[in-house]
């Protein structure tokens, strides 16, 4: 792999590379980091080049530095995208992930010790009804005492 072009700014980190396989194919790979102006990171761009297709990979971050979306495309076609909802003790509390023709959205349930006790997600499939599972986090706890 050989790094063709690195920048940087105050604002944003974008780094370029260009490498052979051994099939004798040229592939590039860009990212691009983007940072507020407290230095959090807020979003993430990669793209992967090759013969065929191109494909991209965009991350977008809340102030915390969670990640709250995640979309990939194909050729400028989105394949999947992942929306993240958080609650104010930046807990995961719901997740959307969406591709053609299915769907999961997931819901987060926490204890009084800040563990997630329970999930309740619900798939949704083109052409059939909607299917949800519950899941039931069990934990246990050891002590020296």
Partial sequence: MKIVEKKDSLSSVE???NFITPDSTVHYLTWTTTFDIKGNQTSRVQQI???DEKTEYLTIYTDKGLEKTSTVKTNGKVKFETTNYYDKDNRLIKSI?????YKTESYYFYNELNLES??????????KNPETETFISTYE????K
């Fill in 15 to 17: 780094d370029y590379f």
């Fill in 49 to 51: 080049y090759d013969r």
């Fill in 97 to 101: 992930y969406q591709e053609q023709d």
């Fill in 118 to 127: 329970k999930s309740i997600t619900t798939t949704f499939k083109k052409g």
């Fill in 141 to 144: 706890f050891y002590t020296d």
